[in-house]
Nanobody, 124 residues
């Protein structure tokens, strides 16, 4: 069993940066790939980024490539999402999730464990 808690969200202006954190409990966390997803009002949850358990392989949605960076600290049981050059269209609730097969997958149902989310709002 893994529990995930996101933090770091907030209200920022376009062009600003934020760093989200996903803190995990459970000794098996370092065995799982971790993804970040987001959901804007009235829209489906969408993939943002993912990182394998080693931290050596990552994957990004085209909409955030070159602006967002995902990383992890397995010793600290934490995964980060550094978000730069934020745009109003990045406004959403951001969730982290664990993939027990260590796949950097874009598909929501393939992730077993989910956090409660953190709100990111980018004003123009």
């Amino acid at each position: 069993q893994v529990q995930l808690v996101e933090s770091g969200g907030g209200l920022v202006q376009a062009g600003d940066s934020l760093r989200l954190s996903c803190a995990a409990s459970g000794r098996t966390f370092s065995s799982y790939a971790v993804g970040w997803f987001r959901q804007a009002p009235g829209k489906e949850r969408e993939f943002v980024a993912a990182v394998r358990r080693s931290g050596g392989s990552t994957r990004y949605a085209d909409s955030v490539k070159g602006r967002f960076i995902i990383s992890r600290d397995n010793a600290g049981n934490t995964v980060y999402l550094q978000m730069n050059s934020l745009k109003p269209e990045d406004t959403a609730v951001y969730y982290c999730a664990a993939n027990v097969l260590n796949l950097i997958d874009t598909v929501v149902p393939h992730y077993r464990y989910w956090g409660q989310g953190t709100q990111v709002t980018v004003s123009s």
